[in-house]
């Protein structure tokens, strides 16, 4: 006796789902930062596009400038030097500038914070982290508040 055939059953296989993408975080008005919405605006883009943390930035511009567009010991809110950057620029170009420019030395300095920090002050790595942990110090409050 021959056994009778079973139907065919097919199964379907669902690939695995994509892993989602963590929410983007988005922009929000910070009343505590002594910058102007657009200004804030500006600056959070700027971080986004170069992956840099914005208590830093927000910490980078206090101890340079203390929030002042006007500051003139070099030039404007992250104080480029006019020797390497345009001397005429806005403070919102100031802040897009300057943001690459720490982009640029956290890359150069593979992530190494203090030694970024410090060659965006002085040129180049001195060793000497005094700049740089004010810096990193102010970032600490700004991301507290």
């Known amino acids: 006796m021959v ?11 669902e690939p695995d789902p994509e892993p989602e993408e963590p929410a983007a975080e988005v922009f929000t008005f910070r009343e505590d930062v ?6 804030q605006e500006v600056l959070w883009d700027a971080c986004q596009e ?7 930035a927000l910490g980078l511009i206090e ?5 002042n567009p ?4 070099y030039v404007g809110l992250m104080q480029l030097t006019p020797d390497s950057f345009p001397a005429d620029l806005s403070p919102a170009e100031n802040i897009q ?3 690459a420019f720490i982009a640029e030395k956290l890359d150069q300095y593979a992530g190494n914070v203090g030694a970024a920090l410090t060659a965006y002050n ?3 790595d001195t ?3 005094e700049y740089a942990e004010k810096v990193m110090a102010a970032a600490e409050r700004w991301r507290k508040e």
């Open 34 to 39: 002594p910058l102007s919405a657009e200004l």
């Open 97 to 99: 500038y300057g943001v």
């Open 70 to 73: 006007e500051a003139v010991s």
């Open 122 to 124: 002085a040129g180049h």
């Open 50 to 56: 170069h992956k840099v943390e914005y208590a830093l």
């Open 127 to 129: 060793g000497n982290r």
């Open 3 to 13: 056994p009778a055939s079973q139907p065919v059953q097919t199964v379907y296989f």
């Open 63 to 67: 101890t340079e400038s203390s929030f």
